[in-house]
């Protein structure tokens, strides 16, 4: 288990470095979910729907954008249909991010699984789905 937390903080060391190394500041390695979900999306997006696609609870979202938008790279407004709607969207300074996030992910892809065979790798991604599969049921 302790691995787990080992692995999950060495890997938020290589990311906030590398954010650093593109001198992109006031972003933690934990924005990745909300930027990668939104970089997907060309339109304002419901809060709601963030954190049911990343798999969080309100509260950090809630948090993540807060700091996103603080430090300029999304922008809140309200829903003009249903006023409780809060949306977001990326700014300019957000989009312009987005090369500098690919080649971070692709980084840390390469360094998280070095030589590791490919059969390897599908394998470790198959029991990792079960294990939160277990976790999410229990």
């Known amino acids: 288990m302790a691995q787990i937390g080992r692995i999950r903080e060495n890997a938020a060391l290589f990311i906030e470095r590398e954010l650093h190394n593109e001198e992109i500041q006031g972003i933690l390695s934990a924005h990745g979910i909300v930027l990668f979900f939104l970089f997907q999306q060309h339109q ?3 809060m709601k729907e963030i954190v049911e696609k990343t798999g969080r609870v309100k509260s950090t979202v809630t ?3 807060n700091t ?3 430090h300029g790279y999304v922008e809140k407004t309200r829903s003009l249909e249903d006023g409780r709607v809060i949306l977001v969207q990326l700014t300019e300074k957000g989009w312009s991010i987005r090369p500098a996030f690919e080649r971070i992910a692709g980084s840390m892809l390469e360094k998280l699984y070095g030589e590791m065979p490919r059969a390897d790798r599908e394998k470790l991604i198959e029991l990792l789905t079960q294990i939160l599969g277990n976790l999410k049921a229990a």
């Open 68 to 70: 996103l938008e603080h």
């Open 63 to 65: 948090g993540m954008v």
């Open 44 to 46: 304002p997006v419901a």
